[in-house]
């Protein structure tokens, strides 16, 4: 299985920036797909950003020009560049990652425990 570790997250003001990580680990044969949800106090878990395996991602209609998903060349770590964050951004933001367990294997979901993002007025 997969292991996701979230990092990154913090305390911003209005304006300013941060940038996410997503570290995979565990025993998979390949990921096929990595995104980032949030959920904010009191809300259901949204869907912010997702990447797929060949480099095509799709993002959130809130956070489209402002927000960035990529991940390095092996596929086993997620980042998101988040700039002119808003206070709306504040939430729990949880990776996800779809992984195949092996050649012939089923593909799994995995969810990391989330890291907590504020940004203040």
């Known amino acids: 299985q997969v292991q996701l570790v979230e990092s990154g997250g913090g305390l911003v003001q209005a304006g300013g920036s941060l940038r996410l990580s997503c570290a995979a680990s565990?025993?998979?044969?390949?990921?096929?797909?990595m995104a980032w949800y949030r959920q904010a106090a009191g809300t259901q878990r949204e869907f912010v950003a997702t990447i797929t395996s060949s480099d095509f991602a799709n993002y959130a209609d809130s956070v489209k020009g402002r927000f960035t998903i990529s991940r390095d060349n092996n596929a086993n770590t997620l980042y998101l560049q988040m700039n002119s964050l808003k206070p709306e951004d504040t939430a729990v933001y949880y990776c996800?990652?779809?992984?195949?367990?092996?050649?012939?294997?089923?593909?799994?979901?995995?969810w990391g425990q989330g890291t907590q993002v504020t940004v203040s007025s």
């Open positions: 565990g025993s998979f044969f390949r990921i096929t797909s």
């Open positions: 996800n990652c779809n992984a195949k367990r092996g050649i012939w294997g089923p593909v799994d979901s995995y």
